[in-house]
């Protein structure tokens, strides 16, 4: 079945360090693929979105590219804030077509300052 | 509009007790689902809705969970008896359908003593 793996539980930085959050999945499709994160006390919210026909999603400083070759969808920004500390979820849409969306165990992501 | 509305937003319940947790969808939106959310296991689906109708119960909840959309603006997750192991927050997010984003509610944190 359709499956996403992000390998890195936690990671630690400092402000001005460069992001790098791995994001792996399998299907047998070609599916959209999201980020979303989820901050303390709130439900997760959308970061961003890529579908085949964009192939890179941009937003709030955070980029990801869709790698049809390494089935990667690594997300990635240039300087985090100690405000980006949150846990971010990698998803792709199910290949049934459902509404559904199946996500990877989180990456918390703490940032000091 | 109105995001997705979640009560309670805490809950304590002895072992062996009834709970029922409550979700409002964003209005319009045609797909809900009950997720449940634990540091170990993730986002774990628990049951999804299209247009009312139950669509999957997730297998290994179906002997004690119990969700259920009495109208298209309204969806209850019974909890029937809780267990300590049940202790989790539980989410639920509506969509207008595939590929579309997934907006969730702030969760019900639940506590089984």
């Known amino acids: 079945g359709d499956s996403v793996t992000q390998k890195q539980g936690q990671v630690t930085l400092s402000e001005d360090d460069f992001l790098f959050i791995n994001c792996t999945y399998s299907t047998t499709t070609y599916p959209t693929l999201f980020w979303y994160v989820q901050y303390p006390g709130q439900g997760p919210q959308l970061l961003l979105k890529?579908?085949?026909?964009?192939n890179k999603g941009i937003s709030r400083g955070f980029e990801a590219t869709y790698d049809k070759g390494t089935t990667s969808f690594h997300l990635q920004k240039a300087s985090v804030q100690e405000s980006d500390s949150a846990v971010y979820f990698c998803?792709?849409?199910?290949?049934?077509?459902?509404?559904?969306?199946?996500f990877g165990l989180g990456t918390t992501l703490q940032v000091q300052p | 509009d109105a995001g997705v509305t979640q009560t309670p937003r805490h809950e304590v319940a002895e072992k062996g007790q009834t709970i029922i947790l409550k979700c409002e969808p964003v209005?319009?939106?045609?797909?809900l689902f009950w997720y449940r959310q634990t540091k170990i296991q993730g986002l774990e689906l628990l049951s999804y809705?299209?247009?009312?109708?139950?669509?999957?119960d997730g297998g290994a909840f179906k002997d004690r969970f119990k969700a259920e959309m009495l109208n298209s603006s309204f969806s209850t997750l019974k909890i029937q008896p809780t267990e300590p192991k049940d202790s989790a927050v539980y989410l639920c997010?509506?969509?207008?359908?595939?590929?579309?984003?997934?907006?969730f509610g702030a969760g019900t944190r639940l506590s089984v003593l």
């Open positions: 890529v579908t085949t026909a964009n």
């Open positions: 998803a792709l849409v199910d290949t049934g077509n459902t509404g559904k969306l199946i």
């Open positions: 209005s319009g939106h045609n797909d």
């Open positions: 809705f299209r247009s009312k109708s139950l669509m999957e």
């Open positions: 997010a509506s969509t207008q359908g595939a590929g579309n984003t997934l907006y």
